[in-house]
């Protein structure tokens, strides 16, 4: 009887280890993740896993290049890599990244043995898409999170374990791209052309970062680097923005048919050591239609209705939804 007793207080003394080693975890909007203080340092910490949701804007292969290579030994390189952007609903006016990484040892605080061989990061890649979700899905992420130069990301926090996976899961497809936010640079630039960093995130560039916007009648200031992974310089002749390109099958050298100047759909993105500034403009992926500078299914939320894309909503749309949907 001694023994089953003492069998028993140390099966119930690890039960209670490991719901007290359990991480801690809350649903939280986007706005409550991303709040920064005055020096633009992220201030939230109440759990140490957060639940989002919201509505992907993005594919994310067109965005960073998940091709797993586990030979690359450079230093800070870290190989494949995967990332989404998604944003709140409603009153949620905030976005979020979720990112992650192959050969997280080639950061040189992470054990040699942290990284993901391809064949683990390849598994890896096919746990997240298993959903099949698509740009304008709702969709829940729960996960642990970093700060990276001005915003918080969901992630692994470098850790390849699977207690450390972040998850996501389809709530409802098909509910549609929000509608890009009409902005100018003068939203995110002030007079000298700085930007404009408000600690409150209700106007600057915090206040559009990580959702969909469009900034019309600019052109290119600098557009040498046109191509995948590409940095651009747009401008409206007095204030400047630099933009990201990501890796859609329609950016290449030589498909940059624009005429100025023209209208530009992204997501307001930020990378900044100094965490006040360093915002910047990721467009995924191109059309060629020669006038927006935009993903197909960005240039379609940014007028609904509009499914041929020829800049009006007339009978020739209906027709396209009728043949559509006889398909």
């Given at each position: 009887?001694?023994?089953?007793?003492?069998?028993?207080?140390?099966i119930?003394?690890?039960?209670?280890?490991?719901?007290?080693?359990?991480?801690?975890?809350?649903?939280?909007?986007?706005?409550?993740?991303?709040?920064?203080?005055?020096?633009?340092?992220?201030?939230?910490?109440?759990?140490?896993?957060?639940?989002?949701?919201?509505?992907?804007?993005?594919?994310?292969?067109?965005?960073?290049?998940?091709?797993?290579?586990?030979?690359?030994?450079?230093?800070?390189?870290?190989?494949?890599?995967?990332?989404i952007?998604?944003?709140?609903?409603?009153?949620?006016?905030?976005?979020?990244?979720?990112?992650?990484?192959?050969?997280?040892?080639?950061?040189?605080?992470?054990?040699l043995?942290?990284?993901?061989?391809?064949?683990?990061?390849?598994?890896?890649?096919?746990?997240?898409?298993?959903?099949?979700?698509?740009?304008?899905?709702?969709?829940?992420?729960?996960?642990y999170?970093?700060?990276?130069?001005?915003?918080?990301?969901?992630?692994?926090q470098?850790?390849?374990?699977?207690?450390?996976?972040?998850?996501?899961?389809?709530?409802?497809?098909?509910?549609?791209?929000?509608r890009?936010?009409?902005?100018?640079?003068d939203?995110?630039?002030?007079?000298?052309?700085?930007?404009?960093?408000?600690?409150?995130?209700?106007?600057?560039?915090?206040?559009?970062?990580?959702?969909?916007?469009?900034?019309?009648?600019?052109?290119?200031?600098?557009?040498?680097?046109?191509?995948?992974?590409?940095?651009?310089?747009i401008?409206?002749?007095?204030?400047?923005?630099?933009?990201?390109?990501?890796?859609?099958?329609?950016?290449?050298?030589?498909?940059?048919?624009?005429?100025?100047?023209f209208?530009?759909?992204?997501?307001?993105?930020?990378?900044?050591?100094?965490?006040?500034?360093?915002?910047r403009?990721?467009?995924?992926?191109?059309?060629?239609?020669?006038?927006?500078?935009?993903?197909?299914?960005h240039?379609?939320?940014?007028?609904?209705?509009?499914?041929?894309?020829?800049?009006?909503?007339?009978?020739?749309?209906?027709?396209?939804?009728?043949?559509?949907?006889?398909?």
């Amino acid at each position: 009887m001694r023994r089953l007793i003492f069998l028993i207080t140390i099966i119930n003394s690890a039960f209670l280890a490991g719901a007290q080693a359990a991480a801690t975890t809350a649903n939280v909007t986007h706005s409550e993740f991303q709040a920064v203080n005055a020096s633009g340092e992220q201030t939230y910490n109440a759990t140490e896993k957060v639940i989002l949701q919201g509505i992907l804007l993005h594919n994310p292969a067109d965005m960073l290049d998940p091709t797993p290579d586990d030979t690359v030994t450079e230093l800070f390189n870290v190989s494949g890599q995967w990332q989404i952007f998604f944003q709140g609903e409603g009153d949620d006016h905030a976005g979020t990244a979720v990112w992650m990484g192959q050969l997280y040892n080639n950061l040189p605080w992470i054990a040699l043995d942290g990284g993901y061989n391809n064949e683990e990061f390849a598994a890896e890649l096919s746990r997240l898409n298993a959903a099949q979700f698509s740009p304008g899905d709702r969709i829940r992420v729960t996960g642990y999170y970093l700060s990276y130069k001005g915003k918080s990301n969901v992630n692994e926090q470098h850790n390849k374990n699977p207690d450390h996976d972040f998850t996501i899961e389809l709530v409802q497809r098909g509910v549609g791209l929000p509608r890009p936010e009409v902005i100018t640079l003068d939203d995110l630039k002030d007079d000298n052309d700085n930007f404009i960093f408000d600690p409150t995130r209700q106007t600057g560039g915090e206040y559009y970062q990580a959702r969909l916007i469009k900034i019309q009648d600019v052109y290119f200031s600098d557009a040498e680097d046109w191509g995948p992974h590409g940095e651009l310089v747009i401008t409206d002749g007095v204030k400047t923005l630099d933009v990201k390109l990501g890796r859609g099958n329609g950016i290449y050298p030589g498909s940059n048919n624009l005429t100025e100047p023209f209208h530009i759909i992204g997501i307001l993105d930020q990378e900044s050591p100094n965490l006040t500034d360093g915002y910047r403009l990721y467009m995924m992926n191109y059309d060629g239609n020669g006038s927006v500078l935009a993903s197909r299914e960005h240039r379609r939320a940014d007028k609904p209705g509009d499914l041929n894309l020829d800049g009006i909503v007339d009978y020739d749309d209906i027709n396209e939804l009728l043949e559509d949907w006889l398909k």
